[in-house]
C-alpha cells in the first residue's frame, strides 16, 4: 500500500457511502483511478466489508458487557467446537482467541440485564467447552474507533 492507498482508506473508513467523485477528490486521483484502487483494495481484502455503524441504544440493546472465556480444554478440535459455535451467536459482537488467564474475550450486547442473565445461562454456559466465565459490564463507552490509523 502506498500513500493514496492510505489516504483513500482513510477517506473511506469516515464515510464510506460518499461518491466515487467525492472519493476521487479527497484523494486527488480521477474517479476511475479511484475506482481501480478501491477494486484492487477490495481484491487484496485490505477492504473487507461495508457495514453501517449502529447505535446499540437505539436498536434496543441497551447494556454491553464484555466476557472473559476459559475453556476446559486448548486442543485444536475443542478451540474449532468454541469458535464455530460463537460465530452463530449474533448477540456476541466481537470474540478474541487471547493470551493471559482467559482463552477468549467476548463482546456481548443485551437489552437488560434480565436478558444478560438469559444469554450467560443460556448461551454463553451451553458454548462447547466453557469451563470459567467472568463478566464485565461497560457502563459507558469512552471512545469508539471508526477504523484504523492509516
Excluded: W
Excluded at 50 to 69: H, T
Excluded at 116 to 134: D, K, N, T
Excluded at 139 to 145: D, P
Aim: hydrophobic share 35%; proline share 2%; charged share 30%.
Amino acid at each position: 500500500m502506498d500513500k493514496t492507498d492510505r489516504r483513500l482508506l482513510r477517506a473511506l473508513q469516515k464515510d464510506c457511502r460518499q461518491s466515487m467523485v467525492e472519493l476521487s477528490e479527497a484523494v486527488a486521483l480521477s474517479p476511475s483511478a479511484c475506482h481501480r484502487r478501491i477494486k484492487q483494495l477490495e481484491s487484496d481484502e485490505v477492504i473487507q466489508a461495508y457495514v453501517a455503524q449502529v447505535d446499540g441504544k437505539k436498536a434496543g440493546y441497551n447494556i454491553e458487557f464484555f466476557v472473559e472465556v476459559s475453556l476446559d480444554s486448548q486442543d485444536r478440535d475443542t478451540l474449532r467446537n468454541f469458535e464455530d459455535s460463537v460465530r452463530r451467536v449474533p448477540e456476541i459482537l466481537e470474540c478474541h482467541l487471547m493470551t493471559g488467564q482467559a482463552d477468549y474475550i467476548m463482546r456481548v450486547a443485551a437489552a437488560d440485564t434480565d436478558d444478560y442473565e438469559r444469554f450467560h445461562r443460556e448461551r454463553i454456559g451451553a458454548l462447547p467447552g466453557v469451563s470459567r466465565i467472568q463478566s464485565s459490564l461497560v457502563l459507558r463507552t469512552v471512545h469508539r474507533s471508526h477504523g484504523y490509523a492509516l
